[in-house]
């Protein structure tokens, strides 16, 4: 059983460069979350959909940030131009129906020098 | 306004002993609460659930407890283990979806 697969694992790239975090739900999930952890604020929800629509993107920190779920099998989270504070662990998360558990990825760690 | 927090942001039991581990959150009308286990390089994963409707809910070695009056969650580890050594986090969830992430507890389990 194929749990959320992220990719890449790790990044590492220069200021200024765009970044493409990618993500594989569970199969069935009809929700998509994407994450972002780091230690000073923890863990925050930038962005979910449901049926592959965008429901609530009011945590994307700015302009600079975008995400998409062309199908029900694949979300991608943009980041460009990248800045050294993008720096963090983003985790993406898939759920079947409401009031069920997420199932986690084991997260991108994006490092921005 | 709404929030979720722990009381204790890191723990350290005896292995043997047990472990609890508290969150607290602000909505009332909160009514689905998670509890996960986030280990090195990994991402959070699943312990146990409850809902409004029960105060208590019992797994293999762990309780969770639930006091709506003091809106105050609790994660019970019956004889802690080295592996048991994470950071926990509870989710609050609202109305069928909003949901909200504590800060965490991590968890120290000394041999």
């Known amino acids: 059983d194929a749990g959320v697969i992220q990719s890449p694992r790790h990044e590492v790239t220069e200021m200024g460069q765009e970044v493409t975090l990618r993500c594989k739900p569970i199969?069935?999930?009809?929700?998509l979350f994407w994450y972002r952890q780091t230690m000073m604020r923890g863990l925050e929800l930038l962005i979910y959909?449901?049926?592959?629509?965008?429901?609530?993107d009011s945590g994307m920190p700015e302009d600079r940030f975008s995400a998409k779920m062309p199908n029900a099998s694949f979300s991608t989270l943009k980041i460009q131009p990248s800045e050294p504070r993008d720096s963090a662990v983003y985790f993406c998360a898939s759920r079947w129906g409401r009031e069920r558990p997420q199932h986690f990825g084991d997260g991108t760690r994006l490092s921005i020098l | 306004g709404e929030s979720v927090g722990l009381h204790l942001p890191t723990l350290s039991v005896q292995e043997g002993d047990n472990s609890i581990i508290n969150c607290a959150y602000s909505n009332s009308a909160s009514d689905y609460f998670i509890w996960y286990k986030q280990e090195s390089g990994k991402g959070p994963q699943f312990i146990i659930d409850i809902r409004s409707n029960m105060d208590k809910r019992q797994g293999q070695r762990v309780t969770v407890l639930l006091n709506k009056t003091v809106k105050h969650l609790s994660l019970q580890i019956a004889a802690t283990q080295p592996g048991d050594s994470a950071v926990y986090f509870c989710?609050?969830?609202?109305?069928?979806?909003?949901?909200?992430f504590g800060a965490g507890t991590r968890l120290f389990v000394k041999a």
């Open positions: 959909f449901n049926n592959n629509v965008p429901i609530d």
């Open positions: 199969s069935g999930h009809d929700y």
């Open positions: 989710e609050v969830g609202t109305g069928g979806f909003k949901t909200i």
